[in-house]
């Protein structure tokens, strides 16, 4: 089956940054929209980014757009996550997921993604 392996995760100091990589094998890579996650401590899983197949359509959570970027390089099968500006409520264990659908170009739900890591750790400290 698909796996998925993130990369990259570690503690920063408010308004560093962190980039995130999330290797993917087991699939024809570029036949798959890429998400990220993120879930915090007590709270539910949320949305934070993703990017269609080819990598030009992208969206982003609001708590995130301006200071998150999402890419993907289809010749390495890698889609990574470069964080800026972080914030201690970025603080979360971050997953990215894999998607095969076809009708939607850039999945933001968790349930149209079958496919999971099984995460890094991303802590900011204030």
């Known amino acids: 089956q698909v796996q998925l392996v993130e990369s990259g995760g570690g503690l920063v100091q408010t308004g560093g940054s962190l980039r995130l990589s999330c290797a993917a094998s087991r699939l024809t890579f570029s036949s798959y929209a890429m998400g990220w996650f993120r879930q915090a401590p007590g709270k539910e899983r949320e949305f934070v980014a993703a990017i269609s197949r080819s990598g030009g359509n992208t969206y982003y959570a609001h708590s995130v757009k301006g200071r998150f970027t999402i890419s993907r390089d289809n010749a390495k099968n890698t889609v990574y996550l470069q964080m800026n500006s972080l914030e201690p409520e970025d603080t979360a264990v971050y997953y990215c997921?894999?998607?095969?659908?076809?009708?939607?170009?850039?999945?933001?739900?968790?349930?149209?993604?079958?496919?999971w890591g099984q995460g890094t750790q991303v802590t900011v400290s204030s």
């Open positions: 997921a894999a998607s095969a659908l076809s009708q939607v170009v850039v999945p933001t739900r968790a349930a149209l993604y079958p496919s």
